[in-house]
Structure formats: structure tokens, C-alpha cells
């Protein structure tokens, strides 16, 4: 068996793993690029290693730098099957079109304007491949064993978000482990991470692999940013991901108005796409910590928004408001119009409540940038920018490690850590070979692991 590292090396975007043995090829996760533009620029590259010529895609989750490149492969031939849990595939068949469509209106939006140095832009795929590929999907359950070619798959539950899993494959007597993204255990939405059945190889993500999680309240905190906003009469603008954070940012806002914590001023969730992931959240509700009811309750209280006027209508709003729109490091969506009206006026908060890849806005905006790029024009940053830690969907190094202990990774096993920044990756092979006896290694892009029978 051999494994090719496509993606997700040396960065947090991209996850991409192609697996080959004498008879099969697989590919485990199929994500999209994002944040640096030497990055993004990796979706637009020939495909590698007719990787639109494998037997099947499996996918640990559907969050897009992990599936979002599936359409792409669609586009370009590829017509076999995609497995993954039901959730996933829920969550995906939203996902997909959504991006093709912010895609094509990007697409469409530089060429108007002459944003772009070519005189047609075109977008990776549109929202009709993103539909057409979630076609693909054959959904199985956690744990159940499934067969393609020569290689034995199960997925095994993780948190993180809904349906999210670890794929293992075994062939030729080997056992090999992808984490996918690892969730918490003490996550305020998310169930926590199941222990792993022993592994030969494991590759492991390293989001947080130089950082903690602050010990602290997030109740209370996200009390005192909204309160503190609230008094200058201003928004408060939280850029999210559709899948999860919004969910879960409806949840604790609704659960401070309830107990009187916060006014309760106008909260809109601006996106249509994590409307949708909203109702599939209260679907499958047994697989998350909140109830239907909860969730339910949630959608009383927040304006949902779903056409283009009910969002643009949203400006005229007087006084403290709260709006949730996607995305959730502020690359595209509907957040960005409301930064174009509010970013220059200091009476607007802008809340991040996420990890922000280097590169994005986001990151930008929390470095202090004083002025940032926004569909052609500068925009004066003179909101007040603040972050919500602790929400993280990402189990951090030291919760990484206890979950390896609790999953009985014998000792000597290879682990290959991928799915981190640089100095995230170096720090966490710094900490696993003092702390353990795993054998550690960072893979680069395009490299290739034997593994030998």
C-alpha cells in the first residue's frame, strides 16, 4: 500500500490522500484550498495523478476543505461513488451547490467590474456540478465495514461536526487511520470523539497543535462582547461557518436572551445555506448534544433570511442587532456586504468566533490590518473586532494526545501528522515524541508513504 499526500500538508486546506494498492485506488477526503492565494491556485492545477480515475472517495466529513473539491472531480469525469456517513452526505448536497453558486456570482461579479486579469472569469464549478455530484453519495453508518477492491473501510465517530469520522482502512494486514478533524471532549454541541481501534499508521490533524483551549466561560464572555456592542447602538457582525458554528451560536445567544443575560434585540442568521444545515442539525439531533426542541427553539427566535432583498433589507436595521452570515473566515458570502456597510463605522463589533486560516480576511482583520480588500474596493476597518475563543470544533494538542492514549495506539506506531500550519505541526511532533513513544513525522505536499506489508 502506498499513500500520496495531495493536500492537506503544511496546511490546514486541501485534505486530499490518495491510497493505491496493486488493485485499488482510493482517496480519502476530497477538500478544496483555501485562505493564501498560492494556495487557491491549487484548485485551478491539472488534476494530480488522474485522481478522477479512482475507484471510490471516502469522506470524513463535509466541511469544505475536506469534500469541497468533489464537484471539481465530478466536472472532470469522475463518476464513481462517494462514501461517507448520512449527515455528511445531508450536509454536502447543501454544500456543494451553495459554493458552486457563490462561485459562479463571484465568477460573474469580476468580470462585470473588471476585477480580474481574465476577460471571462469562470467559476471552479457551479452550483448545477455541485448538485449533480452529490449524486454519488452511498451513505453507511458508524463502524459498519464496507468493502472497495482489496481495502476494508469503516468510519468511526470523532465529533467536530455532524457525521464527521475517522475513516480505517485495512489491507495486506495493515490497519491505516485518517482522523479527519477531531472534535472536543467537553464540545458544547458535539458528542465527544470515540476511541480508535489500534492502527499500524495514522495520519492526525494538528489544527491546534501549538495551542490550548483557554479554560473559561463562553457563556459569560459572549455576554459581555454582545452587552458591550449592545451600548454603542451599533451590529455586531459574526462571519461563521454555516456548518456548526451557526447552529451553535444560535443556541448560546438564545439561551442568554432566555435567561436574561442580553437584550433581546434583533438576531438575523443571513445565510441560506446555514439555514438549511440548521434543519439538518435538528434532523439529526441524536447525534449532537442539543435536543429537536432546542433547536427548534432557535429558529423561533432568529430571523432566518433567504433571498438577496430580505438580506439587503437587513441595512435599514436601527439600533443593536446581531447578524450571523457566512463565511466563517470572511472569504466570500453574504458577510462581506454587511462589512462593506459597517466595517468603517465604529459603533459596529465584528465578532470571529473561529479558527482563521493565514491569508483570510479573518486572519487579516485579527492582525490589525487597518484597511481590507473587499470585491475591488479598500474598506477602513474601524469596527471593533473582537474574538470568542473556546468554541473551536478542534481538539487541541494536548486533547489530541489524551484521545490517541484513550484509543490504545500502541506504542511505535507511525503517526503522520498533517492538517496544521508549519509551527502548529512542529510544535505537536515536539510534544507527541517527548510525551509518547509514537513514532512522528510531517509529510510534505506530493510525498509519498510506503507501507509495507
Known amino acids: 500500500m502506498r499513500i500520496v499526500f495531495l493536500g492537506g500538508t503544511e496546511t490546514v486546506t486541501g485534505s486530499k ?6 488493485s485499488t485506488r482510493i ?5 478544496l ?4 492565494k498560492w494556495l487557491r491556485r491549487r484548485n485551478w492545477q491539472p488534476l494530480p495523478l488522474s485522481i478522477d480515475k479512482v475507484d471510490a472517495v471516502i469522506l470524513t466529513h463535509a466541511h469544505l476543505d475536506h469534500s469541497g473539491f468533489l464537484p471539481v472531480l465530478y466536472k472532470h469525469g469522475y463518476r ?24 459562479e456570482e463571484d465568477a460573474k461579479y469580476l468580470g462585470k467590474y473588471g476585477l480580474s486579469k481574465h476577460e471571462a472569469p469562470e467559476p471552479l464549478y457551479t452550483a448545477e456540478q455541485g448538485e449533480k455530484a452529490a449524486k454519488l453519495f452511498r451513505t453507511v453508518d458508524f463502524r459498519q465495514s464496507f468493502k472497495v477492491g482489496d481495502i476494508h473501510i469503516e468510519l468511526h465517530p470523532v465529533g467536530h461536526i455532524l457525521g464527521a469520522a475517522a475513516v480505517i482502512l485495512r489491507s495486506n494486514g495493515k490497519r491505516v487511520g485518517f482522523s479527519g478533524d477531531v ?3 467537553h464540545d458544547l454541541l458535539m458528542k465527544p470523539p470515540a476511541p480508535l481501534p489500534p492502527v499500524d499508521v495514522l495520519m492526525l490533524e494538528s489544527t491546534y497543535g501549538d495551542r490550548r483551549h483557554e479554560e473559561n466561560n463562553i457563556l459569560e464572555k459572549l455576554a459581555d462582547i454582545i452587552n458591550d456592542a449592545a451600548k454603542k447602538g451599533g451590529p455586531i457582525l459574526i462571519p461563521s461557518f454555516a456548518v456548526g458554528r451557526a447552529q451553535l451560536l444560535q443556541h448560546l445567544i438564545v439561551t442568554l436572551m432566555d435567561e436574561g443575560k442580553i437584550p433581546r434585540i434583533p438576531v438575523f442568521l443571513d445565510s441560506p445555506m446555514a439555514i438549511r444545515v440548521s434543519d439538518i442539525y435538528r434532523r439529526h439531533h441524536e447525534y449532537h448534544r442539543l435536543t429537536a426542541e432546542q433547536c427548534e ?24 442587532h446581531i447578524i450571523i452570515a457566512g463565511s466563517g473566515m470572511a472569504t466570500g458570502g453574504r458577510i462581506l456586504h454587511h462589512f462593506k456597510h459597517w466595517l468603517a463605522d465604529h459603533r459596529a463589533t465584528v465578532l470571529f468566533s473561529g479558527y482563521q486560516a493565514g491569508g483570510t480576511r479573518g486572519d487579516k482583520m485579527l492582525q490589525g490590518m487597518e484597511n481590507i480588500k473587499i470585491h475591488g474596493d479598500w474598506i477602513p476597518v474601524r469596527a471593533d473586532i473582537r474574538i470568542l475563543d473556546g468554541l473551536s470544533g478542534h481538539a487541541d494538542y494536548a486533547e489530541l494526545t489524551d484521545w490517541l492514549k484513550a484509543s490504545n495506539i500502541a506504542a511505535g506506531t507511525q503517526i503522520h501528522l498533517v492538517h496544521g500550519e508549519p509551527n502548529a505541526l512542529e510544535c505537536f511532533r ?15 505536499y506530493m510525498s509519498i508513504l510506503h507501507i509495507d506489508d
Do not use: M, N
Request: proline share 6%; with cysteine.
Open 183 to 185: 472534535g472536543r471532549p
Open 80 to 103: 464513481g461513488p462517494v462514501y461517507a456517513h448520512e449527515a455528511t452526505a445531508d450536509l454536502c448536497k447543501v454544500l456543494w451547490p451553495d459554493s458552486g453558486k457563490i462561485q
Open 33 to 36: 484550498f483555501q485562505g493564501y
Open 430 to 444: 515536539d510534544y507527541l515524541s517527548e510525551k509518547t513513544q509514537f513514532s512522528v513525522d510531517i509529510p510534505d
Open 17 to 22: 490522500y490518495l491510497i493505491e494498492t496493486d
Open 27 to 31: 482517496l480519502v477526503d476530497c477538500g
Open 297 to 320: 427553539r432557535a429558529e423561533h427566535v432568529v430571523e432566518y433570511t433567504h433571498s438577496v432583498d430580505e438580506s439587503k433589507a437587513i441595512a435599514s436595521q436601527q439600533g443593536p
